[in-house]
């Protein structure tokens, strides 16, 4: 059973960064696509950043430029820098990790909460 546990979040002011991270049980190696994405109130959860296992890395045109995905595979960790933060960022923000078979495993976090005030 795989198990995603994010990490980092809180309230920060706009302008300011912070760090998430989310931690996999077992290797993170294995997984074809991992990514970050993000649901604010009211609002439908939304592609954030994701990373292929080749390093291919996608971003939503709100973010780029501004967040930074990466992984490292000997810590099994994928992470967030968010840096410039805007109070439009304000989201739960959520670790995927998918994997490809016959068909697609996708698993999901719990959820980090950033809030970023103006």
């Known amino acids: 059973q795989v198990q995603l546990v994010e990490s980092g979040g809180g309230l920060v002011q706009a302008g300011g960064s912070l760090r998430l991270s989310c931690a996999a049980s077992g290797s993170i190696f294995r997984f074809n696509v991992m990514g970050w994405y993000r649901q604010a109130p009211g609002k439908q959860r939304e592609l954030v950043a994701t990373m292929a296992s080749g390093s291919n890395t996608n971003y939503a045109d709100s973010v780029k430029g501004r967040f930074t995905i990466s992984r490292d595979n000997v810590k099994n960790t994928m992470y967030l820098q968010m840096n410039s933060l805007k109070p439009e960022d304000t989201a739960v923000y959520y670790c995927?990790?998918?994997?490809?078979?016959?068909?697609?495993?996708?698993?999901w976090g719990q959820g980090t909460q950033v809030t970023v005030s103006s």
């Open positions: 995927n990790a998918d994997l490809y078979s016959d068909y697609v495993l996708q698993y």
